[in-house]
């Protein structure tokens, strides 16, 4: 049965700092990886998809890593803005569609 | 762009009542996956259908059906609610051309108290 973790569970850092945010899953046999945005309440805005034969994605400030056969993801925010505090959560897409989320990472970015 | 819209955003029922959530998806996806999310938990899966069949099944609740109609609509029927329904259900929709590379879109989540 796949699981999707995410660490750190809570995480808040000074405005402009990188910062990176890991997901591992326990099954490498997936079709994509993709990063959602959540704010308080809100639903869930794609960030980035990797394909599963892809090492990553960038958009912007944001870069997404993937390494199936360890069964990690990484993403990395860098010169990190009060605006980007959210949870963000990784999702493993298996074969049938459907997503497997993680418990998500809460980042607080502070002025 | 036409986003997934999700109706009612906000619903309050009562124990043991009976609640009908909708889901309309970006136009021409013909794939819709529904999604509950508890307070403070991540989404969980619910169920999926692609061309008005199921394709796939999660965690739901025997008291919970849902079908995709002819306009690609979807709805989520959830009977006897119990406290524990109290979440926020998500709808998503995809063109399912490529599972590789087409993400889902969700809507805003309706937003379901039992009282």
């Known amino acids: 049965k796949q699981e999707v973790t995410q660490i750190p569970a809570a995480l808040s850092v000074p405005e402009g700092e990188n910062l990176v945010l890991n997901c591992s899953f326990t099954d490498s046999a997936i079709y994509n990886l993709q990063w959602f945005r959540q704010d308080p309440g809100k639903g869930l805005t794609s960030l980035l998809l990797i394909q599963s034969s892809q090492r990553e994605q960038t958009s912007g400030r944001l870069n997404a890593s993937l390494d199936k056969s360890s069964g990690r993801s990484t993403l990395y925010i860098a010169a990190s803005q009060p605006g980007d505090s959210a949870t963000y959560l990784c999702a493993v897409e298996t074969n049938t569609g459907k997503l497997i989320f993680g418990q998500g990472t809460t980042l607080q970015v502070k002025p | 762009a036409a986003g997934v819209i999700q109706s009612p955003r906000h619903l309050i029922k009562e124990k043991r009542e009976t609640a009908t959530l909708k889901c309309y998806p970006i136009?021409?996806?013909?794939?819709v996956y529904w999604y509950q999310q508890g307070p403070g938990q991540d989404p969980q899966f619910l169920i999926s259908?692609?061309?008005?069949?199921?394709?796939d099944k999660g965690s739901i609740p025997d008291r919970f059906s849902a079908q995709q109609f002819s306009d690609y609509h979807s709805e989520l029927n959830m009977s006897s609610l119990e406290l524990g329904d109290s979440a926020l259900y998500f709808c998503a929709s995809s063109p399912r051309r490529d599972l590789s590379t087409d993400t889902q879109y969700f809507g805003p989540g309706t937003r379901l108290t039992v009282l």
């Open positions: 259908f692609y061309e008005k069949m199921q394709s």
């Open positions: 136009p021409r996806h013909d794939t």
